[in-house]
């Protein structure tokens, strides 16, 4: 039988198609319609571009939308919430790292479990820097971390947890292993436990 795992996920980008959503915000708070293979391509994490923003103005428009950009209907990536469900009932620990800010850490946590991914309360971390996230996976010492963001990514380089990126046009430089789809996950699992 294969032994119970202690698995983390960061949220936005890597569970939920976050920046997609605040793309299609964007559009409509901005009354373009900029194209969403231009969103497919994107180099960089930050999505204001395309816009004519500049990133200061990138930057004010997202703090500005950021209750609708977190708190409205932005869809989970195919197959995660249904992924998280099946480990939960095989008996794995599901952990949640997030650096979404303080004040809407609990909020989150509460959009999450009404999403339906499986949450328990003290198995849920938000509000550290991207640097800070090493830390507690450190402490919690997790057998497979998941994140989008290269630079959280990069601080895991050298620690013991499996590291996957969840694929995004901005990470393609980095040449750990990659997860495109949720469904994979449940055979990378089986194969390092052979
Ligand atoms: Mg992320």
């Given at each position: 039988m294969e032994h119970e795992m202690k698995l983390g996920f960061d949220i936005d980008?890597?569970?939920?198609?976050l920046r997609k959503h605040a793309f299609h915000l964007y559009n409509k708070k901005l009354g373009k319609q900029v194209s969403i293979d231009i969103f497919n391509s994107l180099?960089?994490?930050?999505?204001h571009e395309p816009f004519g923003l500049s990133d200061e103005e990138g930057n004010q428009l997202w703090n500005q939308l950021i209750e609708e950009i977190y708190f409205t209907e932005c869809p989970a990536f195919p197959d995660a919430i249904d992924t998280l469900q099946q480990l939960d009932n095989d008996g794995h620990e599901i952990y949640y790292i997030t650096s979404r800010p303080k004040q809407y850490g609990e909020r989150t946590k509460a959009w999450m479990k009404e999403r339906g991914f499986p949450v328990e309360d003290a198995r849920f971390f938000y509000g550290m820097q991207d640097e800070e996230k090493v830390k507690i996976i450190q402490q919690l010492q997790l057998d497979y971390y998941f994140d989008d963001k290269p630079v959280v990514l990069e601080t895991l380089l050298n620690e013991s947890v499996h590291v996957y990126i969840k694929d995004q046009s901005y990470n393609r430089h980095l040449t750990l292993p990659r997860i495109e789809?949720?469904?994979e996950l449940k055979e990378i699992m089986e194969e390092d436990t052979k």
């Amino acid at each position: 039988m294969e032994h119970e795992m202690k698995l983390g996920f960061d949220i936005d980008d890597t569970l939920i198609n976050l920046r997609k959503h605040a793309f299609h915000l964007y559009n409509k708070k901005l009354g373009k319609q900029v194209s969403i293979d231009i969103f497919n391509s994107l180099p960089r994490l930050e999505i204001h571009e395309p816009f004519g923003l500049s990133d200061e103005e990138g930057n004010q428009l997202w703090n500005q939308l950021i209750e609708e950009i977190y708190f409205t209907e932005c869809p989970a990536f195919p197959d995660a919430i249904d992924t998280l469900q099946q480990l939960d009932n095989d008996g794995h620990e599901i952990y949640y790292i997030t650096s979404r800010p303080k004040q809407y850490g609990e909020r989150t946590k509460a959009w999450m479990k009404e999403r339906g991914f499986p949450v328990e309360d003290a198995r849920f971390f938000y509000g550290m820097q991207d640097e800070e996230k090493v830390k507690i996976i450190q402490q919690l010492q997790l057998d497979y971390y998941f994140d989008d963001k290269p630079v959280v990514l990069e601080t895991l380089l050298n620690e013991s947890v499996h590291v996957y990126i969840k694929d995004q046009s901005y990470n393609r430089h980095l040449t750990l292993p990659r997860i495109e789809h949720w469904t994979e996950l449940k055979e990378i699992m089986e194969e390092d436990t052979k």
